[in-house]
């Protein structure tokens, strides 16, 4: 086994999104929602999307939201096409949960560092050399991976659920993201062994720089997703995943906020509080390399065109193994089912 599952910066794309004009986003994204609407389909849309897209799935009835809740929106609402804008878990997460409805995405090659950095063989091969520990994987991980696990989480309830096992005793292997489940540890003093993958995004951020920020703007509050590096963290006001961000901005009294997420996550905060003022976190400190700048290029793969075009051609569409999906969906189930605070 690897002793670190981080990509190297040659495996992190370069995407840039295309540019269009006024016209051409207004007619796209008339025809997007005629399309919608003839074919009985729902848009969900994860935070980091595109904000045109996030604005879409909110006028037409869909939703905008974390992974967890784009999970549950899909399975609970009527429509029997899914169009999942986000990166490849969060449409397989959503067909496993909907075996029944055709999910379909923008592109299919929207992927995550975090899963690609955890392949199935040797994850299989890391998990049967601790047979004795409870298998608790992140969502952003393969079906094929959370088939071999006894629990899927997500950061918005990770922590609560570990916190919970490790009260039964249960010792923990924890896959995949290494801050995270290094997070998860230290707040709830698990037994935890880690897999060491990590989020291109979040681990760009830089300690020294953020307090040199937070020097410049003396009143600002600091919010930190728990993907970051554990200096970060150890900074932050408040540290959660982006919905717990999100509410954490509309509940922190500072005027200016220093964000250290994805910031296409800012197109909600201005929706929600348009008198404050919110600041990307640094990610480049002196000598620092960066390989996403913060800005999730699988993420950035969504755009107004392929989405249009998929909703024309009906391609893109998500499957599942029935047998992995079967697998898969009993320790999702669980995290649904996990009582909420
Ligand atoms: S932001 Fe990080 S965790 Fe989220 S999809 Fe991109 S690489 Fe994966």
């Known amino acids: 086994m690897r002793t670190d599952y981080s990509l190297a910066p040659a495996e992190v794309p370069v995407h840039e999104p295309a540019v269009l004009s006024d016209t051409q986003r207004a007619l796209r994204k008339d025809e997007i929602r005629d399309r919608l609407d003839a074919l009985d389909a729902v ?42 804008s986000g990166v490849r878990f969060m449409g397989e997460t959503a067909k496993i949960l909907s075996p029944e409805k055709r999910v379909l995405m923008p592109t299919l090659e929207a992927e995550c560092s975090l899963d690609i950095g955890c392949p199935p063989d040797e994850f299989e091969a890391f998990a049967a050399e601790h047979p004795d520990r409870t298998v608790v994987v992140y969502a952003n991980t393969s079906a094929r991976v959370k088939a071999m696990s006894d629990w899927v989480v997500t950061s918005s309830v990770g922590l609560r659920i570990v916190e919970h096992l490790a009260a039964r005793g249960e010792k923990i292997l924890w896959a995949p993201d290494k801050h995270l489940g290094a997070y998860i540890e230290q707040q709830t003093g698990a037994d935890m062994l880690h897999w060491t993958g990590a989020c291109v995004v979040h681990e760009e951020f830089k300690f020294q720089a953020l307090m040199d920020l937070k020097n410049v703007y003396a009143d600002a509050g600091v919010l930190v997703h728990p993907e970051s590096p554990a200096a970060v963290i150890g ?37 929600r509080s348009p008198h404050k003022r919110f600041i990307e976190a640094p990610t480049a400190g002196d000598g620092a390399t960066c390989r996403s700048c913060a800005h999730c290029p699988w993420m950035a793969m969504n755009e107004l065109d392929n989405l249009a075009q998929t909703l024309d051609r009906l391609d893109n569409e998500v499957l599942v193994d029935p047998e992995i999906g079967r697998l898969a969906m009993i320790p999702l189930q669980r995290m649904l089912d996990f009582p909420k605070p």
Do not use: K, W
Not at 58 to 71: I, K, P
Not at 245 to 270: C, G, K, M, W, Y
């Open 43 to 84: 848009l969900v849309a994860h935070y980091y999307v595109d904000g045109d897209i996030q604005d879409l799935a909110l006028e037409t009835g869909g939703c905008v939201s974390d992974s967890l809740e784009m999970a549950r929106f899909g399975r609970d609402h009527p429509a029997s096409t899914l169009i999942v």
């Open 235 to 271: 900074i932050a006001d408040r540290v959660g995943s982006t919905s717990q961000i999100l509410q954490a901005s509309l509940e922190l009294p500072n005027d200016t906020l220093i964000v250290a997420t994805d910031p296409r996550l800012f197109h909600q905060f201005r929706r």
